[in-house]
T-cell receptor, first 113, second 115 residues
Framework: SQQGEEDPQALSIQEGENATMNCSYK?????LQWYRQNSGRGLVHLIL?????REKHSGRLRVTLDTSKKSSSLLITASRAADTASYFC?????????????FGSGTRLLVRP | DTGVSQNPRHKITKRGQNVTFRCDPI?????LYWYRQTLGQGPEFLTY????????KSRLLSDRFSAERPKGSFSTLEIQRTEQGDSAMYLC?????????????FGPGTRLTVT
């Protein structure tokens, strides 16, 4: 089944550094979304980029989308210890008359104080 | 709190027993989704409702799984004759599909352990 794959699987950085996570997918998408999940808790929506957009910003987050390469990246600038979490990309694809969100396996980010 | 709520938060059951989970979405949201998440993996789509109609079911949803949303508000997910492989976090999410608004709001999940 079509699924986003994140890279790297795990990332450890020092507070203040930037963190970059990548996502690749296989088929045409309606949009691509990034979610964050803290240990043992629910997912929180971070940012959505539509298939006709190439870049989007939200606070310290920057997302790019390259539909020709079927890839996206999430950049977190000036990281903080509170950014420690798992980050998932999710691609929304059209299925007949409905839409489905397909998640990748995630990048586990550790920000060291 | 006006977020998505799920009950119970944790459920331990013996293999072969039936379990039922409940999800209360954000009140004005007409779409409700169920996902399953195992350790170290992203959520896997199970099924979704628009109002009370179940519009999509994953092949992951075997005959032992059934979901309902009788009045288009809360939803229940029942697993019959549980197996150890059913152990996972079950997540519920809701959304309004307005033009340009696609994000899903997730509940805290129900962690199921089948012994």
């Amino acid at each position: 089944s079509q699924q986003g794959e994140e890279d790297p699987q795990a990332l450890s950085i020092q507070e203040g550094e930037n963190a970059t996570m990548n996502c690749s997918y296989k088929t045409s998408i309606n949009n691509l979304q990034w979610y964050r999940q803290n240990s043992g808790r629910g997912l929180v929506h971070l940012i959505l980029i539509r298939s006709n957009e190439r870049e989007k910003h939200s606070g310290r987050l920057r997302v790019t989308l390259d539909t020709s390469k079927k890839s996206s990246s999430l950049l977190i600038t000036a990281s903080r210890a509170a950014d420690t979490a798992s980050y998932f990309c999710a691609t929304e694809i059209k299925m007949d008359s409905s839409y489905k969100l397909i998640f990748g396996s995630g990048t586990r980010l550790l920000v060291r104080p | 709190d006006t977020g998505v709520s799920q009950n119970p938060r944790h459920k331990i059951t013996k293999r072969g027993q039936n379990v039922t989970f409940r999800c209360d979405p954000i009140s004005e949201h007409n779409r409700l989704y169920w996902y399953r998440q195992t350790l170290g993996q992203g959520p896997e789509f199970l099924t979704y409702f628009q109002n009370e109609a179940q519009l999509e079911k994953s092949r992951l949803l075997s005959d032992r799984f059934s979901a309902e949303r009788p009045k288009g508000s809360f939803s229940t997910l029942e697993i019959q004759r549980t197996e150890q492989g059913d152990s996972a976090m079950y997540l519920c999410a809701s959304s309004i599909r307005d033009w340009g608004n696609y994000e899903q709001y997730f509940g805290p999940g129900t962690r199921l352990t089948v012994t």
